[in-house]
């Protein structure tokens, strides 16, 4: 069932609304955001979550998007935290100012991160190596303690250069994976890869896009995942998220 705004919900909503194109043309789209927030917590005298809930209310009325108010703080909190606001004893700090978070209602069922089913538990664990073939491109082969057929997004960062590729793999049944070669096309005519210190960062797509085989193996939202790797996300359940810094020569051909 729709949750619908009051009277009060929806003043919340058309002030921060009015304030926003001032924020946006000053700042980041993150940080104008929060700074909105902040803003109609003060103007308001309430808690940031109260204000999120007469906002994302709002919301919804016009989007008919069913969300209980377990649900709302549970996606506020989250995107709290991605645009940068520190959340610490009940106090959000942001640019130098604080103010109350508000209590939230309880993660609801739906959200909650479950344990590993029993007997499936899969400590996630990769070895990699990074290395300058005879033509000079990068190719990134490694091992994984993943199932066969997970899919994997690789990819391959020189900071210093701004330079970035991705390369989509898939693990066989060894448990091993190997990248297309990486190129560089700002260095024609042959997309030579220059030496350096490059940054590898591996992550698995979410379970939903994965096959049905390794769907039943990571377990629902991947609650069988686990390990160092592994991050607990409300929203999409388990992530994999793997980096590492290697340092590309001629001599790691």
Known sequence: MFILPT???????????????????KNSVNKAEALVYFNATEHFGRSLLEINRSYTLVQNSISKSMLSLNEIDALALKRFLDIGIHIQDGIATFN???????KSYPIPESMKILQPEEGQKIVVDFAVSVK?????FIVCNGTTTLPPKTQLMLTLRL????YQAQSKVVVDEKGRFVSKPFSNAKNPPK????????VLEIVVPIVSVQSEEV????????????????KADNIFGNTVQYKKDFVVSDSST
């Open 7 to 25: 009277v009060e919900d929806t003043g919340i909503y058309e002030y921060m609304e009015s304030i926003w194109d001032e924020y946006s043309e």
């Open 96 to 102: 130098g100012k604080k103010v109350s978070i508000g």
């Open 132 to 136: 300058l073939t005879g033509d000079h």
């Open 159 to 162: 900071p210093e250069q701004k």
């Open 191 to 198: 997309n030579e890869m220059i030496c350096g210190n490059y």
């Open 215 to 230: 769907k039943i193996k990571l377990g629902p939202k991947g609650r069988n995942l686990s390990g160092p790797y592994v």
